[in-house]
């Protein structure tokens, strides 16, 4: 293994030009790369680092990402970037005996007809242009709270209304509604940022934790709403191909609860996933 420094970063990109050397993919290096990334944030947290990297940290990680209730197949992908990251460290033995246990899901929540009515109503009449967009971002387009907070002004064009979700190698086109498109302009209209479109009284990006904080005021959560997204597509039969690709969902249990809830005829719902997801192909 070679190592420039005993810092994080370089050691992370000793690890990329390793996985050149083992002839893997573009697409796999940026993958692992950011995975790696992550990790390495929640272990500065806990006041450690991927130099001194120990079984228990690694255990550990897997539990908080259960607890958050990351699927099995996001687990599975971390778990083999982890994997990867202890060859490179000649340090395989360090992912033995690592359980994937994931924490059982509930069904899902959303929110009802009156509540979406409610919700609307009172963040509008809060007045907050900054807190009506965020709110019709994630009840319209049903994107990921960190996929909102990482959101640029070049992510939106209001020519063609929609809004474009670019992660790691993937990227997903999102029509803007009409009501979004509007809550959205008139906000931009009023901050000067030229890049991040979410940002704080003081001007810096806006945190995931900053938008659960004001969520939490209405009673929902950035989760709740991405739900709502999706079930209310899923009622209005919308094709799950469809669903899936604008909320970027490729796990086939996840589609499951929404079709659970749905009231389409079950034969032909069973129908339309195994077509969704044969050979995996969605981006």
């Not at 993958?31 to 006041?47: D, G, M």
């Not at 982890?82 to 033995?96: G, H, M, Q, V």
Request: aromatic share 8%.
């Amino acid at each position: 293994m070679r190592n420039n420094s005993n810092e994080a970063i370089p050691l992370i990109l000793d690890f990329c030009h390793w996985l050149k050397e083992q002839k893997k993919s573009p697409g796999t290096i940026t993958t692992y790369k950011r995975e790696i990334e992550r990790f390495q944030e929640w272990l500065q947290q806990k006041q450690s680092n991927l130099e001194d990297l120990t079984k228990s940290d690694i255990q550990d990680y897997i539990l908080f990402l259960e607890q958050q209730q990351k699927s099995l197949a996001t687990i599975d992908k971390t778990m083999g970037a982890i994997r990867t990251f202890a060859k490179f460290l000649e340090k395989p033995d360090l992912t033995f005996g690592i359980k994937l246990e994931p924490v059982v899901k509930e069904d899902i929540e959303t929110l009802s007809d009156e509540q979406y009515e409610l919700l609307l109503r009172e963040v509008k009449e809060d007045g907050n242009l900054r807190d009506i967009a965020i709110v019709y971002m994630l009840l319209h387009t049903g994107i990921r709270v960190s996929e909102l907070c990482s959101l640029n002004r070049n992510n939106v064009d209001f020519l063609k209304n929609q809004l474009i979700i670019e992660k790691a190698e993937n990227k997903r086109s999102i029509p803007l509604s009409k009501e979004l498109s509007m809550h959205l302009e008139n906000y931009l209209t009023f901050h000067s940022s030229e890049d991040a479109i979410f940002i704080t009284k003081s001007g810096e990006r806006i945190t995931e934790r900053a938008v659960q904080y004001m969520l939490k005021k209405y009673n929902v959560n950035p989760n709740k709403l991405r739900h709502t997204f999706c079930q209310r597509l899923v009622d209005a039969r919308v094709d799950l191909d469809i669903v899936s690709r604008l909320a970027g969902i490729k796990d086939l249990n996840v589609i499951k609860r929404y079709v659970k809830r749905s009231s389409l005829n079950r034969s032909r719902l069973e129908e339309v996933i195994n077509n969704t997801f044969i050979n995996d192909t969605l981006g």
